[in-house]
């Protein structure tokens, strides 16, 4: 069946460092990547997303590249700020295209700080 | 519309009771999903919804548990006999059929004591 792996948290960063989280998967198919936030006390936001094989998504500064060859799909930012801290969850879908059925990844906490 | 609202937003009950839980999706979208977040753990998908028709269970979603979606608006889910290792967040998303976004509720928070 499918499924998500992603690097474990918590990962604590300074204001303005690189961050990147690591997120594999297995599937059959053609599925639809992304990348989900949930900030404390609020619920899932979608991130960012992609729908094929070389798709960049990108949205707030945060990248994400759909990696066939290696099934990845690694989240990425330049300069990390406070309000970024959050949990991170990245999944993908059961059809292509479509938002039917999430897999979702354990989720990844991401502390920034001053 | 203000996205998709779920009812309540926190539920303690003690273990046998029946509990039920709503959600409210965003108006235009014929599809609604529930899901169920364990502490430390990603959303785990239980069923979705196509308007009134359930498209699909989870093998998670045992015999004491139902969802109904009876006019293809909101949805209900109801846990019988609730046991302690309901406890978790039940999250609700909805979305246009062949979108790749879902949008989520903030969930319903539950507690079996």
């Known amino acids: 069946g499918n499924s998500v792996t992603q690097m474990e948290g918590p990962v604590t960063l300074s204001e303005e460092a690189f961050l990147t989280i690591n997120c594999t998967y297995t599937?059959?198919?053609?599925?639809?990547l992304f990348w989900y936030v949930q900030y404390p006390g609020e619920g899932l936001q979608l991130l960012l997303k992609a729908t094929k094989a070389d798709d960049k998504g990108s949205n707030k500064g945060f990248e994400a590249t759909y990696r066939k060859e290696t099934t990845s799909f690694h989240l990425e930012k330049g300069s990390v700020q406070v309000s970024d801290s959050a949990v991170y969850f990245c999944a993908l879908s059961g059809s292509s295209g479509t938002a039917s059925k999430l897999t979702f990844g354990t989720g990844t906490r991401l502390q920034v700080t001053l | 519309d203000t996205g998709v609202s779920q009812d309540p937003r926190h539920k303690i009950t003690k273990r046998g009771q029946n509990v039920t839980f709503r959600c409210d999706p965003i108006s235009e979208h014929n599809r609604l999903y529930w899901y169920r977040q364990t502490l430390g753990q990603g959303p785990e998908f239980l069923t979705y919804f196509q308007n009134e028709a359930q498209l699909e269970k989870s093998r998670l979603l045992s015999d004491r548990f139902s969802a109904e979606r009876p006019k293809g608006s909101f949805s209900t889910l109801e846990i019988q006999r609730t046991e302690q290792g309901d406890s978790a967040m039940y999250l609700c998303?909805?979305?246009?059929?062949?979108?790749?976004?879902?949008?989520f509720g903030q969930g319903t928070r539950l507690t079996v004591v």
């Open positions: 599937a059959t198919g053609y599925p639809s």
């Open positions: 998303a909805s979305s246009f059929p062949g979108d790749t976004e879902a949008f």
